[in-house]
């Protein structure tokens, strides 16, 4: 139990990195609590116009999901993996440094299924593209794409990660209750990318 300990702070160590806090900060883009829904995300990122902080929050985002899977999965068992998995992503979305105020883990979420199962990682990827060029909405591309997730991995994964996906997708959910609010009566807003 010594080592799932460990391998549960070191992913929460690295899930908790605010990489799209810290972006905006250094690239001068200002304070994203400030800024359109105020979150941490690569969505609330491209809201400061800033297209390439915006990608390179999404890639760090999702990179640090991806690398907690792969040096739990190189260092330690299956165990280790699917620990790590989850707690990168409590740690974007509860990150002890800004408070326990993170993010809504669509970015981790997709790389962490990228790294334990990649079929699993692309479909849902593709999911979220598709519910995003229709609905023209990050959070309802994130919905629907957490949604999916458990089918997806049923259908190309297994058992583990169908656990996995099905908790995390609880959990998208549970981040997203402000989006789904504003969904409901209509004023969600589309995504800068799209308009
Ligand atoms: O990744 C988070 C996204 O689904 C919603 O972000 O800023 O529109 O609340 P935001």
Not at 25 to 35: A, D, H, K, Q
Not at 74 to 103: I, K, N, S, T
Not at 128 to 147: N, P
Not at 157 to 164: E, K, R, S, Y
Request: aromatic share 8%.
């Amino acid at each position: 139990t010594a080592g799932l300990i460990l391998w549960a702070v070191i992913g929460y160590g690295l899930g908790s990195i605010p990489f799209g806090m810290v972006l905006a900060r250094v690239m001068g883009l200002g304070n994203l609590r400030e800024i359109g829904s105020g979150n941490i995300g690569a969505t609330n990122v491209l809201r400061t116009g800033n297209k390439k902080a915006a990608a390179l929050t999404l890639l760090l985002d999702g990179g640090k999901g991806s690398v907690a899977v792969l040096l739990a999965r190189v260092f330690a068992g299956e165990d280790a993996v699917q620990l790590a998995a989850l707690m990168a992503f409590v740690g974007h979305c509860y990150p002890v440094w800004l408070g326990f105020r993170g993010g809504k883990g669509v970015a981790t979420f997709l790389g962490i299924l990228l790294a334990l199962a990649w079929p699993v990682g692309v479909a849902c990827c593709l999911t979220w593209l598709v519910a995003a060029l229709i609905s023209r909405m990050s959070s309802m591309a994130a919905i629907m794409a957490a949604a999916l997730s458990t089918g997806w991995a049923i259908v190309l994964g297994n058992g583990a990660i169908i656990i996995l996906a099905f908790v995390l997708t609880l959990l998208v959910f549970w981040r997203h209750r402000s989006n789904m609010a504003r969904i409901k009566v209509g004023t969600e807003p589309k995504i800068g990318l799209f308009r």
